[in-house]
């Protein structure tokens, strides 16, 4: 059985793009430089392990989708994480600080940075071919 699936290859080629500079750039400064991404963005890392451990799946996501530019559908899952992460990260996060008033000035424009991934993902990743049902495969 083939399913017919709708790729957007220009916009999955470039959520590739903006995820190695974005994420992978981001990643490498908080492991190299945390201390200029503390004072540019404002972020309060006191912990070393929890931001290294930020900074180190940033830079995967990168190193990642560097392999995306060249094989797009099959590296989609790496965007499907994205988009699933930062929506959850909104939802479980960001939503409830915002209801309680609590929302730090530093969260607004990664939760702008985010947003933008999410609707980029949402759009480039193509759904019917990452959630078709696989067969003539051996495990």
């Known amino acids: 059985m083939s399913v017919e699936i709708n790729v957007r290859w220009g916009w999955l080629k470039f959520m590739?793009?903006?995820?190695?500079?974005?994420?992978?750039?981001?990643g490498l400064a908080i492991i190299v430089v945390p201390e200029v991404i503390k004072s540019v963005l404002g972020w309060p890392f006191e912990e070393p392990i929890a931001s290294g451990i930020v900074g180190s799946v940033y830079i995967a996501f990168g190193i990642l989708s560097i392999f995306g530019l060249r094989s797009p559908l099959k590296f989609a899952p790496i965007l499907l994480l994205q988009l699933f992460y930062k929506s959850i990260w909104f939802i479980g996060v960001i939503l409830p600080l915002l209801v309680a008033g609590r929302l730090p000035?530093?969260?607004?424009?990664?939760?702008?940075?985010?947003?933008?991934?999410?609707?980029?993902?949402?759009?480039?990743?193509?759904?019917?071919?990452v959630f078709a049902k696989q067969s003539?495969?051996?495990?």
């Open 16 to 26: 590739y793009i903006y995820t190695i500079v974005g994420a992978g750039a981001l």
């Open 105 to 129: 000035n530093y969260a607004i424009f990664i939760s702008i940075i985010f947003a933008t991934y999410i609707v980029g993902d949402l759009i480039a990743i193509p759904f019917s071919y």
């Open 136 to 139: 003539g495969q051996n495990s």
